[in-house]
């Protein structure tokens, strides 16, 4: 496999959101022991990716290449990379440096994407520890949608100690994003049951499509709460929310639930 000497990559010029992305084709960098080069197929935007490129994120480097989560193939690895060699199809981890254990805030200013370059390029070169080969059933499109939002969605599920998602369970998730379609998608192969809210008709059936047992569409029903409740049994409480409206829905998901409940977001 023939190694490229230049790239074309989308640089943060100015945090004004995508008018202040530019196009640039930069000599592609020398490797450095644990580096792997990658020849990128695809790319997912997530929440965070639109936070940095607005100014949100505080000191970004300069002409830092958007986003976190790609996937591709690798073209060459360094002298010290042993996981990986050229022709392996890999997704990117946008966290690689926090491995276990509790998470520290060091580890904030070492992410793909934020402090480090991101995959919005043609070839990237991606420290080994940020890479991960690629589950040999999903395409790279598919791949690349699930480091931060596949793996947010199963650690709101499955990542509270002592505490199992178990089948015929009720979760109650919001929106019709990433991290919510992966909770749907999640929460059905465990056998639990699932209401979504979305602002919208039209994403209402998508969510239904995708397996929601009931959504419900907040634009038109305000205080869904309520309504969030007497869809369980005996018209209790959901078992679980992931929240991610944050404090303007937090009122609503208190009404939906037992208290105290169990919040993941």
Do not use: C
């Not at 008018?19 to 960098?29: A, D, H, N, T």
């Not at 936070?51 to 690798?74: E, N, T």
């Not at 690689?96 to 070839?123: N, P, W």
């Amino acid at each position: 496999m023939s190694i490229p000497q230049t790239t074309k990559q989308w640089v943060i010029k100015r945090p004004e959101g995508i008018s202040g992305l530019e196009m640039q084709e930069v000599p592609i960098p020398k490797l450095g022991q644990t580096d792997v080069l990658i020849k990128v197929h695809a790319v997912s935007l997530n929440y965070h990716d639109m936070g940095v490129v607005d100014g949100h994120w505080p000191k970004i480097p300069k002409d830092l290449v958007a986003a976190s989560d790609g996937a591709g193939v690798v073209v060459a690895v360094g002298s010290n990379v042993n996981g990986l060699q050229p022709g392996d199809k890999v997704t990117t981890v946008m966290n690689g440096a926090f491995k276990s254990g509790q998470i520290k805030l060091e580890f904030v200013d070492l992410l793909i994407g934020t402090q480090l370059h991101g995959v919005l390029s043609e070839y990237a070169v991606v420290p080994e520890g940020y890479l991960m080969p690629l589950p040999r059933n999903l395409s790279f499109i598919e791949g690349s949608t699930l480091p931060v939002a596949g793996l947010t969605a199963w650690n709101a599920l499955h990542g509270t100690p002592g505490r199992p998602l178990l089948p015929g369970q009720w979760i109650l998730t919001q929106g019709s994003g990433g991290v919510s379609t992966f909770v749907i998608l999640f929460a059905k192969v465990a056998g639990a049951k699932v209401i979504a809210t979305t602002p919208s008709p039209d994403k209402a059936e998508k969510l239904k499509k995708m397996g929601a047992d009931s959504v419900i569409t907040y634009n038109e029903v305000k205080e869904w709460g309520q309504q969030v409740r007497d869809l369980t049994p005996g018209k209790e409480s959901v078992d679980l929310v992931v929240e991610i409206g944050g404090g303007v829905t937090l009122a609503q998901v208190s009404e939906a639930s037992h208290i105290p409940y169990r919040l993941t977001r």
